[in-house]
């Protein structure tokens, strides 16, 4: 999920994140209705909270989805949805997936 953007005409818009591939991403706009496609810079995501679903944003794991178990203080534990495995990963390359996500 998307707290908004930092830049363009979208400013603070809220949305979600429908899709991501190379190096953007597809966001649907819920105040525009519609979708918009934008990098992982110009979006400012949902810091998620322990036991969130979250997809990673940022990295060679971009696309990624798993399950935060734990928060370290910069760091984020994450339970990767195929592998199981556990993962250190930093915060800001996390966001909370969004309930509309399939």
């Not at 519609?34 to 949902?46: G, I, L, N, S």
């Not at 036991?51 to 990624?64: A, L």
């Not at 760091?75 to 399939?102: P, Q, Y």
């Amino acid at each position: 999920m998307l707290d908004g953007f930092e830049d363009g005409q979208y400013i603070g818009q809220p949305g979600y994140i429908r899709q991501v591939g190379g190096q953007m991403s597809t966001v649907w706009l819920y105040e525009e209705e519609r979708e918009f496609d934008c990098t992982a810079f110009q979006m400012k995501p949902v810091v998620p909270s322990k036991q969130d679903k979250v997809v990673i944003i940022t990295g060679n794991r971009r696309g990624n989805y798993g399950q935060l178990i734990n928060i370290d203080n910069d760091d984020g534990i994450v339970k990767a949805d195929k592998s199981l495995e556990l993962r250190i990963l930093k915060l800001e390359s996390l966001a909370k997936l969004s309930t509309h996500h399939t």
